[in-house]
């Protein structure tokens, strides 16, 4: 295996690739080869192994009982699949797991894994970061389930970043992150920002946002 490719994954962070090697010596591991559309795991499966994506994306999906497929996130390499549910009561897979484009992982099994971080204090510190990071990007993204409008849940996202006085924003992520990040269609945010700049509320030129009514924007996080 090229070990040069995991050296900007988050769970090696900080190490070389002769110590991500010696590492994984002491652990049993192995790589896998899918190709686009297999389907790797399926929603409601254990997860027994860490898979860290070496090489393509894969995504995380979810299925509605009216059938409607929802993408919950692109996992491009070096990401790491569903690593807060390695452990606990419930360490099932959340999602569907589906190859976007070629991909290749590596894969460690549990107890293996638990071995790894036991021995090595970087890789634990890096794994804590990893499930914390998760979790507070989740709890983000529960907080804007609460808001029952898009243009609330624009206006709650652009508020967050207008510190102060600050009027003037960049969006750090483009209307379709922005829409999988909501869990709308990208043509309804792009239709909410339009109406915005049409109250007067902002003005949008492509990821700048000028802000001209503050207290408009927080009239609508609590319709």
Known sequence: ?????LIKAPLFRGLSVEEIERMLAIVSHRTRKFKSGTLIVQSGEQVNSLMVVIKGIVKGEMTDFAGRV?????IPAPGALAPAFLFGNKNRYP???IVVSDAELLLIEKFEFLKLLMRNDRILVNYLDMISNRSQFLSEKIKFLSFKTIKGKLAQ???QR???DKTDIILEITQNDLADFFGVARPSVARALGEMEDEGLIE???KNIKILDKAGLAKLTAD
């Not at 929802?70 to 692109?74: A, F, N, Q, S």
């Open 1 to 5: 295996m090229d070990y040069s490719l």
């Open 70 to 74: 929802i993408k919950i996130e692109d």
């Open 95 to 97: 999602v569907n797991i």
């Open 157 to 159: 996202f652009i508020l």
């Open 162 to 164: 207008a510190v102060g």
């Open 204 to 206: 949008a030129r492509g």
